[in-house]
């Protein structure tokens, strides 16, 4: 390029920059690398601690497992934006529940590393909600645990509860680290360890590997969550999910109620009601008192356009009795009224198809625009007894 002009060979060299750019090749110092970006990420220029108690960064082996734990959230952006977005939701609530109980604001990012912040969260374990409680642990708070409600899916309730616990664990092992890792595999399991091993450390404990790596994934998700933008995060108020508007109104269900009917007094939908109340596991509220959530402003009115709906319904359902006859399953049944087996199931509560035999009084709610044209249109069946009168 010798014979060009200076200014001609300046802008050629410009354009080959600018194309290799757009192409994607690497050119030193013309880019950073998100490889570099990840390694930046991992440099902490100032003392860590979780619930004040330092974390001794100084050990090569702490130093290393947090990396990993750091490194394997930000692998996953599409769960820590949910982190930012979720958090704005539900923190607010917890750090009120935390600073009312005098405890450290950094446990609410425990729930970070159990669920998410998804309420239906599962484990294989069987550890179910926002703070992953096992069933023996969730009755030894006081949560109700049964077929029809499991309010370890309730995110206030189980908050509280979840408070409590830690509060319990903190009195056994008077450190918060210690009392974080008994929170994920149990107090017994963890004093058998220090018993063991002569050690009463986290950080020099032995544990299994979701022990080991658990207060390193809190720390993580503190790490991001308390300084989003040194990871690349750059959220807007408005991208922030808002917390819930709610009114609580109570009922008292003498006889189970469809989750319908308190929608329609509610002036909303079933998916609504649901959602609010994720620890309501089915289709009805069995008998009993219980504590609902509705859309903010839906209480007012509510008891009266409830009491009015109920009504009506029990008036439908005293019209919608089916007897099983001989020979009858519910496939025949479903297909006779041009409903699913499963609707016949939920209306009914059965748990298992098979369990219908001639004399059994079903309930059955089809609309009358899914009828079926059939040859024997009597309100009696063969043995002469009353058939459901507003259906074939």
């Known amino acids: 390029m010798n014979y060009l002009h200076p200014i001609t060979r300046v802008i050629l060299i410009v354009t080959i ?14 880019h950073q690398s ?15 601690t979780f619930c004040n108690e330092p974390v001794p960064l100084s050990d090569p082996d702490v130093k290393e497992r947090l990396e990993r734990e750091l490194l394997v959230s930000l692998d996953d952006n599409d769960n820590v934006i949910l982190w930012l977005k979720r958090s704005n939701r539900y923190f607010p609530y917890i750090e009120k529940v935390l600073k009312n109980n005098s405890l450290p604001d950094d446990l609410k990012y425990i729930v970070i590393a159990e669920s998410s912040l998804k309420p239906l969260a599962t484990s294989n374990k069987g550890a ?53 890792a008994a929170y994920n595999m149990g107090e017994e399991g963890l004093k058998t360890e220090m018993l063991v091993q002569k050690v009463n450390n986290y950080y020099q404990l032995y544990l299994n590997q979701e022990t080991q790596r658990y207060v390193f994934r809190i ?3 503190k790490m991001i969550l308390s300084n989003p933008e040194k990871y690349g995060y750059y959220l807007t108020k408005d991208d922030l999910y808002k917390p819930v508007q709610s009114d609580r109104v109570e009922i008292t269900a003498n006889h189970p109620v469809p989750i319908y009917i308190i929608a329609q007094a509610a002036n909303t939908y079933f998916k609504v009601i649901k959602d609010l109340n994720p620890h309501i596991k089915n289709y009805y509220l069995s008998a009993g008192k219980y504590n609902i959530l509705l859309p903010k402003g839906a209480s007012s009115g509510f008891s009266e356009r409830y009491e009015n709906i109920l ?13 099983v006859k001989k ?5 025949t049944i479903a297909n006779r009224f041009n409903v699913s087996i499963k609707a016949i199931m939920i209306w009914n509560g059965i748990a298992n198809a098979k369990n219908v035999s001639p004399g059994d009084k079903l309930f059955i709610f089809p609309s009358p625009n899914t009828f079926k044209s059939t040859k024997n249109n009597s309100s009696k069946n063969e043995a002469g007894e009353n058939s459901v009168s507003n259906l074939p």
């Open 311 to 323: 009504k009506q319904w029990r008036d439908e359902k005293e019209k919608s009795v089916y007897t």
């Open 128 to 180: 179910v909600g926002f703070w992953q409680f096992i069933e023996s642990t969730g009755n030894k708070y006081s949560m109700k645990i049964n077929n029809d409600i499991d309010e370890r899916r309730n995110f206030f309730i189980s908050t509280e509860a979840a408070i409590n616990y830690l509060k319990d664990l903190y009195a056994i092992f008077g450190s918060w680290t210690m009392t974080a």
């Open 327 to 331: 020979g009858e399953n519910l496939s």
């Open 219 to 221: 720390l993580a998700a």
């Open 17 to 30: 920059l600018i194309a290799s750019a757009i192409k994607g090749e690497t050119l030193t110092g013309w």
């Open 34 to 48: 998100d490889g570099q970006s990840l390694i930046n990420a991992l440099k902490i220029s100032e003392p860590l």
